[in-house]
């Protein structure tokens, strides 16, 4: 799975998804997992994800790069537990050729690193039997779907004064880490 990990404190959290929400790249950006009781929502601007990042737990994107041609599945869960009412369920967007883009959690002074992710159509060949229900890889434009990547990617690291090991350290933390918190290697 073609990923780059990076380093990205809450401070850079708007200077990230306006990277996301660039007209040139033309992502159309899902929450991962949606609301109790809810559906997945499409967001259409780098504020609307705030506002949900800020009220939430999760921190994570999927992405649709242009010229994909496949879509996303939106997968029903029934949930279960103490901590449930019978009929309870949320939706979790899934697709081969999506874009994962999951931003590290800064707990006890350590920022944990962030990810942007995706299968590679070989992958993709290998475990479709395991997921049948993503339907076909073939359905993807794999090129499309990598040159999104790439250039998110591309746009990541620009903006990354300094590195950690071989990590893109965004701004806001490289700011954090200069004043005690730590970068956690994992």
Sequence with gaps: ???LYFYAAEEDHPLLLDMVFQPRLGFRVFETQ???????????KAE????????????????LAPGSRATPAFRKIRLRGA???P?????RCEGWGLIHLDVGRMTDGRLFRSTVGHNTEKRALALVDTYRRLGSPEAWDWDAVTTGAR?????????????????????GAHRASQASLVLDPT
């Design 1 to 3: 799975m073609p990923s």
């Design 34 to 44: 949606s609301r109790l009781n809810e559906e997945i929502r499409q967001f259409d």
């Design 48 to 63: 609307d994800v705030l506002d949900e990042w800020w009220s939430s737990t999760g921190h994570t994107l999927a992405l």
């Design 83 to 85: 901590s449930f009412r």
């Design 87 to 91: 009929g309870d369920y949320d939706f």
């Design 151 to 171: 250039a998110l990617i591309q746009e990541i690291r620009k903006a990354a004064p300094v590195k950690a090991r071989s990590r893109p350290v965004l701004p």
